[in-house]
């Protein structure tokens, strides 16, 4: 269970401070209306993520026979894994472009996590695999790799909402680019986890 409550904090984390259309928004948001605002968008994934999460078990507990098709995706999820953490450790860090717009943040956040295709491809590439693994464990396995990378994937954002609010230079400044490039390396390495794991589901190694 430890392995997986790990693997949840370190995706979680990178997930949560990685750039992206949730990242954006809820920096506008900050900048514009406070940091409530921000936290608001934090929030969106809860409920946006919910719904692919049950689909993702609903197809796991079809394919839990189906080792080769397992394997297949824990590849993928290796390989979208690893282009998350290039991504990370080529980031420049963030600027953000002021809008004047009404604060309606919650609603913003669903809308735009909804509608980003990055959940429905980590849930279905990475979190398929990791969640059958866990499954076969036990119950509470799963639940630690989910609820801890919830709690570090809206923790960091809120974290991030309120140091923008109060320093407006902090995604500029070194420490936000050092912390996305350590947490880059560590995806890499996840990612190779995860292509070992779906290789040796193939029986390939």
């Known amino acids: 269970m430890i392995s997986f409550l790990t693997l949840g904090v370190i995706l979680g984390l990178s997930s949560g401070l990685a750039p992206g259309p949730l990242l954006t928004l809820l920096l506008?948001?900050?900048?514009?209306h406070g940091i409530k605002a921000g936290v608001k968008v934090a929030l969106a994934p809860i409920i946006t993520d919910l719904?692919?999460?049950?689909?993702?078990?609903f197809v796991l507990s079809k394919l839990s026979?189906?080792?080769s098709i397992i394997g297949i995706i824990s590849l993928a999820g290796g390989c979208f894994i690893f282009f998350m953490g290039y991504q990370s450790i080529r980031s420049p860090g963030l600027e953000i472009k002021i809008q004047n717009q009404q604060p309606q943040s919650f609603t913003k956040g669903i809308l735009t996590n909804a509608l980003n295709p990055h959940p429905?491809?980590?849930?279905?590439?990475?979190?398929?695999?990791?969640?059958?693994?866990?499954?076969q464990g036990s119950i509470y396995a799963l639940l630690a790799f989910i609820c801890s990378f919830y709690a570090l994937l809206v923790g960091s954002k809120i974290l991030l909402a309120i140091?923008?609010?109060k320093s407006r230079a902090f995604l500029a400044g070194k420490k936000y680019?050092?912390?996305l490039r350590s947490?880059?390396?560590a995806l890499c390495v996840l990612a190779l986890i995860l292509l070992y794991?779906?290789?040796k589901l193939l029986k390939l190694i």
């Open 120 to 135: 429905y491809l980590f849930w279905f590439s990475v979190g398929a695999p990791l969640m059958a693994k866990a499954m």
């Open 197 to 199: 794991d779906g290789l």
């Open 177 to 179: 680019v050092y912390t």
């Open 51 to 57: 719904p692919i999460i049950v689909l993702t078990l």
């Open 163 to 165: 140091l923008v609010g």
């Open 65 to 67: 026979g189906f080792h």
């Open 28 to 32: 506008m948001e900050t900048l514009q």
């Open 183 to 185: 947490l880059g390396f």
